[in-house]
């Protein structure tokens, strides 16, 4: 069994075969620091759960429809949620390493060779749509893009930067919700043109559905302080993700207004 006390009163407690949210009463077991060895299993479901009660923790709004200007605004946030982890998994690594935990930064070490280069796919996709890509992604970053990449930087800078492994357990394990239906309905507002390179890699049709089985592994073997802390981390990321701030989800109009300015060549992006 293990258990993460995620904020005050309220703890994912895990077995092999389930994760549950418990409210505890004062001199509850489950205040006490975790301890022991883990399984797998149970690393999976206590990662799982600390997930799942982040993203309740907020009401989200109804997704709008997908459009091209949308797909496009998606593009933005892929560039800004990639473009900062190989950099700040190698300052984590670095900082592992002066700790004397190596194990733990040649794995932030590996991280940042898998993902490096992955935001220049976004750029890609953003001039296959005819986008100045670089200046668009310059001038506009979403705020909830600029909410998780602060949250990552602050994991990876801290005394001790286990957090970072919260931080991509939880990107990696929601990008696992991406299947090919929706990677389907994305293309075919675009045919013939390669606007899901980003999308592909960062899915369940590309390399994380391995990047989380490998991690959820290695965050097994990790000391149980370590594992609470992870938990705790992936719960925030959760949260990040999945509310809403003003500018996050601009409306058809302002979309228009925005991203226009950032096209080379006039097109009609908003026919079907």
């Given at each position: 069994?293990?258990?993460?006390?995620?904020?005050?009163?309220?703890?994912?407690?895990?077995?092999?075969?389930?994760?549950?949210?418990?409210?505890?009463?004062?001199?509850?077991?489950?205040?006490?620091?975790?301890?022991?060895?883990?399984?797998?299993?149970?690393?999976?479901?206590?990662?799982?759960?600390?997930?799942?009660?982040?993203?309740?923790?907020?009401?989200?709004?109804?997704?709008?429809?997908?459009?091209?200007?949308?797909?496009?605004?998606?593009?933005?946030?892929?560039?800004?949620?990639?473009?900062?982890?190989?950099?700040?998994?190698?300052?984590?690594?670095?900082?592992?390493?002066?700790?004397?935990?190596?194990?733990?930064?040649?794995?932030?070490?590996?991280?940042?060779?898998?993902?490096?280069?992955?935001?220049?796919?976004?750029?890609?996709?953003?001039?296959?749509?005819?986008?100045?890509?670089?200046?668009?992604?310059?001038?506009?970053?979403?705020?909830g893009a600029a909410a998780i990449g602060a949250f990552f930087e602050g994991c990876a800078r801290a005394e001790n930067p286990v957090g970072v492994f919260?931080?991509?357990?939880?990107?990696?394990?929601?990008?696992?919700?991406?299947?090919?239906?929706?990677?389907?309905?994305?293309?075919?507002?675009?045919?013939?043109?390669?606007?899901?390179?980003?999308?592909?890699?960062?899915?369940?049709?590309?390399?994380?559905?391995?990047?989380?089985?490998?991690?959820?592994?290695f965050i097994t073997r990790l000391p149980a302080a370590d594992r609470a802390l992870i938990a705790q981390a992936a719960c925030r990321t959760a949260r990040l993700?999945?509310?809403?701030?003003?500018?996050?989800?601009?409306?058809?109009?302002?979309?228009?207004?925005?991203?226009?300015?950032?096209?080379?060549?006039?097109?009609?992006?908003?026919?079907?």
């Amino acid at each position: 069994m293990q258990w993460a006390e995620l904020t005050p009163g309220q703890v994912v407690v895990a077995t092999d075969e389930r994760a549950w949210i418990h409210a505890p009463a004062p001199g509850d077991p489950f205040l006490e620091p975790m301890r022991g060895m883990a399984s797998l299993a149970s690393t999976r479901n206590l990662l799982d759960g600390a997930l799942e009660a982040g993203a309740r923790a907020v009401a989200r709004p109804e997704e709008p429809p997908l459009t091209p200007l949308r797909w496009a605004w998606r593009l933005v946030w892929q560039f800004h949620t990639t473009h900062p982890t190989a950099g700040l998994m190698r300052e984590a690594a670095e900082r592992f390493h002066s700790l004397g935990r190596a194990e733990m930064g040649e794995c932030c070490a590996r991280k940042a060779e898998e993902e490096r280069g992955h935001d220049t796919l976004a750029l890609r996709d953003l001039r296959a749509l005819d986008y100045d890509a670089e200046a668009l992604v310059a001038a506009c970053r979403p705020p909830g893009a600029a909410a998780i990449g602060a949250f990552f930087e602050g994991c990876a800078r801290a005394e001790n930067p286990v957090g970072v492994f919260g931080y991509a357990y939880a990107l990696e394990r929601f990008a696992l919700a991406v299947g090919k239906d929706y990677v389907a309905a994305v293309e075919a507002m675009f045919p013939g043109i390669k606007a899901t390179r980003c999308l592909r890699v960062h899915s369940a049709m590309g390399t994380d559905v391995r990047h989380v089985a490998e991690l959820a592994a290695f965050i097994t073997r990790l000391p149980a302080a370590d594992r609470a802390l992870i938990a705790q981390a992936a719960c925030r990321t959760a949260r990040l993700m999945h509310e809403r701030r003003p500018g996050d989800e601009p409306d058809e109009a302002e979309l228009a207004r925005t991203l226009d300015r950032f096209i080379l060549e006039p097109i009609n992006i908003l026919d079907p």
